[in-house]
């Protein structure tokens, strides 16, 4: 049924350029017999423009893990309260794009700051081609601001770091080895009635890996605070593991090819693949340098102009 579901998107798709190149033609024809207007012309060629760049991106999206969902983990860096409030801002613009884009959110965990914004959040986001177009976002993401929260009213720069993994579904295969889990169970904190405090709903999973590649060893750590019932919790954190382990495959397959690699940049501090700078009305981005001054429009979710440039940029990767 997926398999018949994608390829009847890629019809849909193809239908709906040959409609718009046809009524261009049409229009066009019409124009020299001064039954259309010349701005009726410049309407239909940007929509038949619009809906093959569209059909071309997606075509850039052929590997397997560019059709599933994602695994949106956002950071906080060193800045107390500035940086919490930015890793906030990326919370929201992240839930904007998604909902204008018809896909399914879950917040799996929350920390929030300690006077204002968020120290640190999982989201799931579910829906064909998820992570497809968010793995552009993976990376650390620069502000530039004066800050509301400086009494100098200085200008400040802050981090947060975006991890984009796969959302993992009962399609895909990962073996989880039963004796390397271990729980614990929390209370849930912060806002939810009195049930959430007093029920030890939040579940904390371990899980002892070991790379089958290096040897090097690693506790994954992973809390689900998203519903008030435990066995629920546990079967969401289970999934993010599975799609944790699923990534770091995934990883491993990435590093064997070269071209990506040489492509890829380091996610570390001070090597931030986009700058958001509030004074100068400019967000850019580094990997592809392309930038736009409409601020406010990118923090609301307008994401699509750059996620499309890197996907431009990069498709070479995805051959």
Known sequence: MKKI?????????YSEVEKAVDELSIAWDFLKEGLVEESDIDTLYADAIAKIENLELRNMLRREEDKMGVVLKINSGAGGTESQDWASMLMRMYLRWCESHGYKTSIAN???????????????????????????ENGVHRLVRVSPYNAQG????SFAS?????????????????????????????????????????VRLRYQFTDPYTGEKEEILIENTETRDQPKNKENALRQLRSILYDKELQHRMQEQAKIEA???????????????FDDRRVKDHRTNYQTSDVNGVMDGDLDDFIKAYLMEFSDTND
């Open 263 to 277: 492509g890829k940049m380091k996610i570390e501090w001070g090597s931030q693949i986009r700058s958001y700078v």
């Open 154 to 157: 200085k200008r400040m720069t």
């Open 162 to 202: 975006v991890f984009v993994t796969p959302l993992v579904d009962d399609t895909i295969e990962v073996k989880v080895e039963q004796a390397l889990l271990s729980w614990d169970t929390f209370r849930s904190g912060g806002a939810g009635g009195q049930n959430v405090n007093k029920v030890e709903s939040g």
């Open 5 to 13: 579901k994608d390829l009847q998107q890629w019809i849909e798709g």
């Open 110 to 136: 929350l920390l929030e700051g300690d006077e204002a914004g968020i120290k640190s959040t999982t989201i799931n986001v579910e829906g064909d081609f998820a992570y497809g177009y968010l793995k552009s």
